[in-house]
């Protein structure tokens, strides 16, 4: 997944972008809030990560810019601003959440995680197909060929966030941090075990193949095989 940080502060900048690119992220940095302003606006990216008092452009600007543009990116204000008043102003500005420094890096994690997993899909939206694949989100069911295969909770989250991501190269870190929220251990199997059942249930027995391996990349659902 693609974030946005805006920082203009050089060490906290770098500290975050470090930490979020060792969780399995790709980090876009902006150190201004001009270059922050134009990279909100025309760029795409899952989540922006942004500060307030920035040089030429604030924050409260930039996501205010944001929801005018009726952009549904989310966005986590991470400052020291830390008065009532401000967090106030920011939520009803449109941020989705709202963090002060200092803080530890693993609370900063575990927000943007939780934001991630919310994605921009409405809530209303209880159905989800991809050839005769049906996912019926509310009741946790999964349907092909109108037969119900039968999933585990896990498999389930897994397959879910597949077809969110239809044609998408999903590496193995982003799954293992939105699906069973961990960073990734390059010794472990578990991510390859979940795929290798959830194919075996998915496609093993139906046309076409939807679940593909990328070599030295990950995976992904698609009709077609990248390959």
């Not at 967090?87 to 200092?102: C, I, N, S, T």
């Not at 044609?167 to 699906?179: K, M, T, Y």
């Amino acid at each position: 997944m693609k974030l946005l940080l805006v920082e203009d502060e050089a060490k906290t900048g770098d500290y975050v972008r470090q930490g979020l690119m060792e969780s399995g992220f790709v980090v876009d940095h902006a150190r201004t809030g001009l270059d922050g302003h134009h990279l909100a606006l025309t760029g795409s990216y899952d989540l922006i990560i942004l500060d307030v008092m920035l040089p030429d452009v604030d924050g409260w600007r930039i996501v205010q810019a944001l929801r005018d543009a009726k952009s549904s990116t989310p966005v986590l204000f991470l400052t020291a601003r830390d008065s009532v008043e401000d967090r106030v102003k920011g939520l009803e500005l449109g941020a989705d959440d709202y963090l002060v420094k200092p803080f530890a890096f693993s609370e900063l994690l575990a927000r943007v995680r939780t934001l991630l997993r919310r994605g921009n899909i409405p809530v209303s939206q209880d159905q989800l197909q991809v050839a005769d694949l049906v996912l019926d989100i509310p009741r946790r069911r999964a349907h092909r060929q109108n037969t119900r295969i039968n999933l585990t909770n896990k498999e389930f989250a897994l397959l879910e966030l597949l077809v969110r991501r239809q044609g998408e190269v999903l590496p193995r870190s982003l799954i293992a941090s939105q699906v069973w929220d961990m960073n990734f251990d390059s010794d472990t199997n578990v991510i390859d075990v979940a795929i290798r059942r959830l194919r075996a249930k998915i496609d093993d027995d139906y046309e076409p193949k939807l679940i593909h391996t990328v070599r030295g990349m990950g995976y992904m659902l698609d009709v077609a095989n990248p390959e």
